[in-house]
């Protein structure tokens, strides 16, 4: 079985803190996955990489940044918490061969940011 | 432009009802891949099926089936007696072959079943 990993169910943060969100997947894939969801307006996505050390941005990185130095952990980093960052934080993994694009995802994180 | 749309945003049924959940997707390619996923209560999106643009074979997998149709650019999602446990909200997502990975997710149905 796929085994995506988050480190934290739970997470309260303070406005202006720094915040690190990790994701460890052991299926061996090469891409990897942040994503976060938010009421209406689905699943959106922040950051994603290829290989490591390689990241491209998704749709909403403003305020985000990601770090792969292993190929099987991906983390997301807020430099300074907002209060508009309140919100599930999804990861997910895939391989990247032709025609097994399906992600696997890790089970969340819901960040407060008070 | 690639874009998913689940227009219904919820249903509710009643336990043993069949359920359809609808899926209609737009791209210009010819080949890609589309996914139902599943997410519980608890959060974690579970993957269902992947089909490919050229498998427009109807898939059963017990109580689920979809149906796959390249002339109305659809993909729906049915569940047959349906159950509590299938309560959840249901992702239709599409991907192009080229596209890197990348998931594009439709908006989500959120299906409620009552006993």
């Known amino acids: 079985d796929v085994k995506v990993t988050q480190s934290s169910r739970y997470l309260v943060k303070r406005t202006g803190e720094k915040v690190f969100l990790e994701c460890v997947q052991d299926?061996?894939?090469?891409?990897m996955f942040w994503y976060r969801q938010d009421p209406g307006l689905g699943l959106r996505l922040i950051y994603f990489s290829y290989d490591v050390k390689m990241k491209e941005k998704g749709d909403i990185p403003e305020g985000y940044s990601v770090s792969r130095e292993k190929k099987e952990r991906f983390s997301l980093i807020l430099e300074s918490a907002s209060t508009n960052q309140t919100s599930m934080y999804l990861c997910a993994s895939s391989y990247q061969m032709t025609g097994y694009y399906e992600q696997y995802f890790g089970p969340g994180t819901r960040l407060t940011v008070t | 432009a690639q874009k998913v749309t689940q227009a219904q945003t919820e249903i509710s049924v009643v336990e043993k009802e069949d359920v359809t959940l609808d899926c209609v997707y737009e791209t210009r390619d010819t080949t890609y891949y589309l996914f139902w996923y599943k997410q519980p209560p608890s959060g974690e999106l579970v993957f269902l099926i992947r089909?490919?643009?050229?498998?427009?074979q109807n898939e059963i997998s017990g109580r689920y089936s979809w149906n796959f149709q390249k002339s109305t650019s659809s993909f729906n999602f049915t569940i047959t007696a349906s159950q509590v446990v299938d309560s959840a909200v249901y992702f239709c997502?599409?991907?192009?072959?080229?596209?890197?990975?990348?998931?594009?997710f439709g908006q989500g149905t959120e299906l409620s079943v009552k006993p």
């Open positions: 299926m061996d894939h090469e891409n």
């Open positions: 089909r490919n643009s050229f498998d427009e």
């Open positions: 997502a599409l991907i192009h072959y080229n596209q890197g990975g990348k998931l594009i």
